[in-house]
């Protein structure tokens, strides 16, 4: 499973790379969502990856912690999705209104000559 | 007992300060603006009596203060912690954010909807990074904080702003995505998120594990310097800050502060001396790096043409000599850096303020003529006419904007007999004597080289400053007297006064300093302080679960 995931995180976050360095702002704003999923894909990695497992300890179990996934890096990805969608809206109204106030979609507000 | 949640107060306050708003109708923009006065001289009220809190005398018993959020144990909840770092830069936003505040109640908070609620949520995450614990909660108070600042600099609109913001907020979500990435690759090596936790576990990590930690902190720490403005990731700075209103330009002075506060905390805290083999580790990106960014911000207060892109200059040079100072790793050096920190931050904030005042009454382009003016020199007799013919009263306005100018000017250059200047000095007589006044030890190549740049940086604010000195108050062709109200002066003319303060009780605020540095080198303190932090039920003595 491993490679899987490197592999989804490395495709995610270098075409979200590329795309964030294009001139136009939708591949900008698409390239940030990118990264974004690549990040919280990271994130969920940095718990260690285990199938089957519960992230909750059971009170009367003999608490074996090994058997268990790490429940933090599954509540920081929550609150990255939700910092990161919020984020991503805000920019889009931003984009909205350069692209009304310059009558462009290029980040500089302007076209290259 | 009320004193121990006092801690929380610099967060609690301008958060319900600012809901209270949101409640409230947007339109009632007086009731707004009283509430956020109120807020903001509670918050210097609060940030005066934790600065006395956090002074303890040395030999006394740990001078961190802990609050423990929900009363979890350390480890496991999320803390903040007040020690005479924190302290000091809650009172320094505190500070600033009152004046920055009471110059917007002229004509700056009317341009635009939500000001007021947008300038509480930005003090709510500027006081939270500085009191934080907690890697992970830094992380959500920067992001309230740069939301916060996306509003505000977009307050007022127009299509200068809006292409600063996309810019500005595209470089600020990348550098997110690496905050995230850093703070991750750290849990996954310590299995913490407190930053004692993580720095007590440093010492502890098995060789292999070394590399990923080192990868995780140095992800991490792009995402500071991107913050703090460092060269090459600082591009941004200039143009945002010359395209924002004056009072969020004031405030964003404090914004590049906070990474290099996070920069300051983290990596003394995590590569200290105590940390082994990675003691010390990024000490010379630091100390390179930032001297990169003294050059190019110093070229850029040479080339500029307007005074807020010169502002936005010295923003970058006063953040290359901070990153510097760091990278340098004394005590002594941190504790003059640290002066030199709040000497700038008021100052730097004061000249945005006053840029707004000065460009008033003038026409757009005035500056760009008289560069031209200058290169070409065609045009003098007519100005000695110019002059001539107005040279029978200096009006009032101008005398203060005049001086005032010239305060701002001696701060940012660093010339006696201001705090620029006591601060320059404490940081280079660190420097010069490795081991205390007096105890010998001699300057490295890289030392000098610093040296020279810190004076270097001076004289070039001076010249800068001087032309544009000479450019908008002598040369200026048409030039109406611009009418500013006592309300705009007042904010601009206090910053300067608590300059003058700094500069008169600089005894015991370098006292006060230097403390504060012996204790970011020592960190021992801080990490037994926190996590032996005793919660409150276990204090009552009925504490079983």
Redesign the interface.
């Known amino acids: 499973m491993e490679p899987v995931i490197a592999i989804a995180i490395g495709v995610l976050s270098s075409s979200g790379i590329w795309l964030l360095l294009r001139p136009r702002t939708f591949e900008v704003i698409i390239g940030l969502s990118l990264i974004a999923y690549a990040v919280n894909l990271f994130i969920f990695a940095m718990g260690r990856l285990k199938m089957g497992a519960e992230p909750i300890l059971e009170s009367d179990a003999v608490a074996n912690p090994a058997l268990f996934a790490d429940p933090l890096p599954q509540g920081l990805v929550l609150t990255a999705i939700v910092i990161g969608f919020a984020m991503t809206a805000l920019f889009l109204v931003v984009m909205l209104a350069t692209r009304g106030f310059t009558g462009t979609d290029h980040v500089d507000g302007r076209e290259e000559e | 007992m009320i004193i121990d949640h006092l801690i929380a107060a610099p967060i609690l306050i301008p958060l319900f300060a600012g809901a209270i708003m949101l409640i409230v109708d947007g339109k009632r923009r007086y009731f707004q603006a009283t509430i956020g006065a109120i807020s903001a001289a509670a918050l210097v009220v609060v940030a005066v009596m934790l600065v006395v809190k956090a002074n303890v005398p040395a030999g006394h018993e740990s001078s961190v203060g802990v609050y423990l959020l929900g009363d979890w144990p350390a480890r496991f909840g999320i803390v903040l912690v007040l020690d005479r770092l924190s302290a000091m830069m809650v009172l320094l936003t505190a500070i600033l954010g009152f004046a920055v505040l009471i110059f917007s109640l002229a004509r700056c908070h009317g341009v635009g909807a939500h000001f007021h609620p947008l300038f509480q949520f930005q003090l709510v995450g500027l006081n939270g990074a500085f009191l934080t614990g907690d890697l992970?909660n830094l992380f959500?108070f920067f992001?309230v904080l740069l939301?916060a600042s996306?509003g505000l600099l977009?307050h007022g609109?127009?299509?200068a702003r809006?292409?600063a913001?996309?810019?500005y907020?595209?470089i600020n979500?990348?550098a997110?995505?690496l905050f995230?990435?850093g703070?991750?690759?750290i849990?996954?090596v310590t299995g913490s998120?407190n930053m004692a936790d993580v720095a007590g576990k440093i010492p502890l990590l098995a060789v292999q594990d070394r590399v990923l930690l080192e990868a995780g902190a140095a992800v991490l720490g792009m995402a500071f310097l991107v913050k703090a403005g460092m060269w090459p990731l600082g591009l941004w700075v200039q143009k945002t800050y010359a395209a924002a209103t004056p009072p969020v330009a004031a405030m964003f002075s404090i914004m590049t502060k906070v990474g290099v506060y996070a920069v300051l905390r983290l990596w003394l805290l995590m590569f200290g001396e105590q940390a082994g083999e990675l003691a010390g580790f990024g000490n010379e990106w630091l100390f390179f790096g930032g001297m990169a960014t003294i050059l190019f911000g110093v070229t850029g207060v040479l080339a500029s043409q307007d005074l807020a892109r010169l502002a936005g200059a010295c923003v970058l040079v006063s953040s290359g000599i901070l990153l510097t100072s760091i990278g340098i790793g004394q005590a002594g050096v941190t504790g003059g850096a640290l002066f030199y920190l709040v000497s700038s931050t008021l100052s730097i904030g004061a000249f945005f303020l006053l840029i707004e005042l000065v460009e008033r009454g003038r026409e757009a382009g005035a500056d760009v003529l008289a560069v031209t003016m200058e290169a070409f020199g065609g045009t003098e007799d007519e100005i000695l006419d110019e002059t001539e013919d107005v040279g029978f009263a200096i009006p009032a306005t101008l005398a203060i904007l005049g001086s005032s100018f010239v305060a701002c000017a001696l701060l940012i250059a660093g010339l006696p007999p201001l705090s620029g200047f006591v601060a320059k000095f404490a940081l280079l007589t660190s420097l010069m004597n490795p081991s205390g006044l007096g105890g010998g030890g001699t300057m490295d190549v890289a030392g000098w080289l610093f040296f020279f740049l810190v004076i270097f940086s001076g004289l070039a604010a001076l010249v800068a400053m001087t032309r544009a000195g000479i450019r908008s108050f002598w040369l200026s062709l048409d030039r109406e007297v611009p009418r500013i109200g006592v309300i705009e002066m007042a904010p601009v003319a206090a910053l300067l006064f608590f300059c003058i303060v700094l500069t008169v009780q600089a005894g015991p605020a370098m006292r006060y300093m230097q403390a504060a540095a012996r204790s970011l080198h020592m960190p021992q303190d801080y990490i037994t302080g926190v996590l032996s932090a005793s919660h409150v039920k276990g204090q009552r003595g009925g504490g079983a679960p």
């Open positions: 992970f959500v992001e939301a996306y977009l609109s127009g299509s809006v292409r913001g996309l810019h907020i595209a979500l990348a997110s995505s995230l990435i703070v991750s690759l849990y996954s998120l």
